[in-house]
């Protein structure tokens, strides 16, 4: 299974950025999928989760300017992102629980990672 982490970029403060986050391999389902983020000299937060059924969960540094979705069918989740702050800059990354398929069946769930993408909010 692997994750593929796009749209990260530069913006200027209280722009907006869309990061989308691809799962591919032997996925069977996507129990649940989101982001985290990590600046430098900061320990890694949550930044948004989306379950199966499709409850999310937000911190309250992001929640009302962010706003996580997910595709089923195209195993992909996105996060939307607006009114960014320059406290928003970090490495996105996104993570996935992830039902795999075996020749023996249905395997899991297992935590998988994509690597990171860089958002930077400054002027």
């Known amino acids: 299974v692997q994750l593929q982490a796009s749209g990260g970029g530069l913006v200027q403060p209280g722009g907006s950025l869309r990061l989308s986050c691809a799962g591919s391999?032997?996925?069977?389902?996507?129990?649940?999928i989101g982001w985290y983020r990590q600046a430098p000299g900061k320990q890694r937060e949550l930044v948004a989760h989306?379950?199966?059924?499709?409850?999310?969960n937000y911190p309250d540094s992001v929640r009302g300017r962010f706003t996580i979705s997910r595709d089923n069918a195209k195993n992909t989740v996105y996060l939307q992102m607006n009114s960014l702050k320059r406290e928003d800059t970090a490495v996105y990354s996104c993570?996935?629980?992830?039902?795999?398929?075996?020749?023996?069946?249905?395997?899991?769930?297992?935590?998988?990672w994509g690597q990171g993408t860089l958002v930077t909010v400054s002027s």
């Open positions: 391999g032997s996925i069977f389902s996507i129990d649940a």
């Open positions: 993570y996935a629980r992830v039902k795999v398929t075996t020749d023996w069946g249905t395997r899991g769930p297992y935590d998988y």
């Open positions: 989306i379950t199966s059924g499709g409850s999310t």
